[in-house]
Structures are given as structure tokens and as C-alpha cells.
T-cell receptor, first 116, second 112 residues
Framework: NAGVMQNPRHLVRRRGQEARLRCSPVKGHSHVYWYRQLPEEGLKFMVYLQKENIIDESGMPKERFSAEFPKEGPSILRIQQVVRGDSAAYFC??????????????FGSGTQLSVL | GQQVMQIPQYQHVQEGEDFTTYCNSSTTLSNIQWYKQRPGGHPVFLIQLVKSGEVKKQKRLTFQFGEAKKNSSLHITATQTTDVGTYFCAGGETDSWGKLQFGAGTQVVVTP
């Protein structure tokens, strides 16, 4: 009965390197959301994906950031050429979404990205 | 775009006291959800309110959704040390998929 699994929990990168954050949703959930949280701030929506489709990426920076949710395997949030300002906690959430209204989100434990 | 604001940002409470945190949206919401995040943890769903004027209770927690569906409140009675954490409201938009817009949260510290 695993919940949302994120790895790694902590990721350290030097400026200019790439960061790959993985998220496996709750079994049976086909909707994945990525949020970013800066210290003592709320969660900022980044992107919403269904299997093989990006539904809404309005919260994601246009450059260096990309996300995917392939047919098989986890969802990946990829940050290229990281900068210090990318340091944050990145949370993945999943939902079942049976209907048109909001479903509650199940959050993973997050990945804390630190850029040196 | 839609903005969700929460007040207060910080709440220091003596154990046993009551407090309320408020959430206001710049636009009418389809629903509002509340989450709790313990220090170092991840957000955990508490409740969802959908109807105008709706009130729901969970033990010592009372949640309200305003008549105009633009504001909400969380009231906790007889605060306990286990109530420590940050409480977030998240507003659902009335669009095709209902993106959740999170407030900045109310960080609650309980003094024994």
C-alpha cells in the first residue's frame, strides 16, 4: 500500500549540472502534479501530467525545466544547468481523478535540491 | 490570475487555547482544500469543502467555506502539541481541470 514515492530525498548539485527528480504515484493513480516549495513559503504549482501527456505546465519556467510521465515508469522532473535559485523542496503529488472536480492530492516526501 | 492569501503567517498558541486561520481568494472557487504539513514533512490532506456556506468538523478542527466561495477558515479548539505544523489552504479553480492554488500557509507553534 505504498503512497507517492519520490527519490532521491536529498540531491546536491553544482551550478550548471543537471538534476533529475523521480516520482512514482500511488498505485492506480494516473495524474501527477509537481509543486515547488521555498523555505517558509507555500507550494507553487509547476506542472500537471497524465500518462504520456502534459496537461498544464503554466507554472513551470520556460527554460531549463521539463517534465514527463511516460507510459511505463515514474514521472521525471528534469532541471538542466541548475542555478542557486533552483534550490528548493520539490513535491510530487498524485490523484485518482474520477470526475471533473478536484480530487484530493497525495503528496510524496519531496526531494530537497541544494545547488552549490 | 487567481491568488490565495492566508493570515496569519505565524500563530503562537498556548496549549489549550483556541485559534483560527483564514484563507481568502481573489476569485470564486469551485472548492477549497486544507492540508497540514508537519516540520520536515510533506503536506497531508485534511478536508475538502465544496458547497457555499459549508461547515465540516473533524474532532477539534472546524472548517468553513464562505457563502461567496471566496474565503475559508480553520478553527482549532483546545490546541495540543500535536497540532504543531503549517496549515495550507488550496483553492480549486472553476476551469477544466481545477488547478489547486496554495496559500502561503499558517505556521502554528504550540507552547506547552
Amino acid at each position: 500500500n505504498a503512497g507517492v514515492m519520490q527519490n532521491p530525498r536529498h540531491l546536491v548539485r553544482r551550478r550548471g549540472q543537471e538534476a533529475r527528480l523521480r516520482c512514482s504515484p500511488v498505485k492506480g493513480h494516473s495524474h501527477v502534479y509537481w509543486y515547488r516549495q521555498l523555505p517558509e513559503e507555500g507550494l507553487k504549482f509547476m506542472v500537471y501530467l497524465q500518462k504520456e501527456n502534459i496537461i498544464d505546465e503554466s507554472g513551470m519556467p520556460k527554460e531549463r525545466f521539463s517534465a514527463e510521465f511516460p507510459k511505463e515508469g515514474p514521472s521525471i522532473l528534469r532541471i538542466q544547468q541548475v542555478v542557486r535559485g533552483d534550490s528548493a523542496a520539490y513535491f510530487c503529488a498524485s490523484s485518482l481523478r474520477l470526475g471533473g472536480s478536484n480530487e484530493k492530492l497525495f503528496f510524496g516526501s519531496g526531494t530537497q535540491l541544494s545547488v552549490l | 490570475g487567481q491568488q490565495v492569501m492566508q493570515i496569519p503567517q505565524y500563530q503562537h498558541v498556548q496549549e489549550g487555547e483556541d485559534f483560527t486561520t483564514y484563507c481568502n481568494s481573489s476569485t470564486t472557487l469551485s472548492n477549497i482544500q486544507w492540508y497540514k504539513q508537519r516540520p520536515g514533512g510533506h503536506p497531508v490532506f485534511l478536508i475538502q469543502l465544496v458547497k457555499s456556506g459549508e461547515v465540516k468538523k473533524q474532532k477539534r478542527l472546524t472548517f468553513q467555506f464562505g457563502e461567496a466561495k471566496k474565503n475559508s477558515s480553520l478553527h482549532i479548539t483546545a490546541t495540543q502539541t500535536t497540532d504543531v505544523g503549517t496549515y495550507f489552504c488550496a483553492g480549486g479553480e472553476t476551469d477544466s481541470w481545477g488547478k489547486l492554488q496554495f496559500g502561503a500557509g499558517t505556521q502554528v507553534v504550540v507552547t506547552p
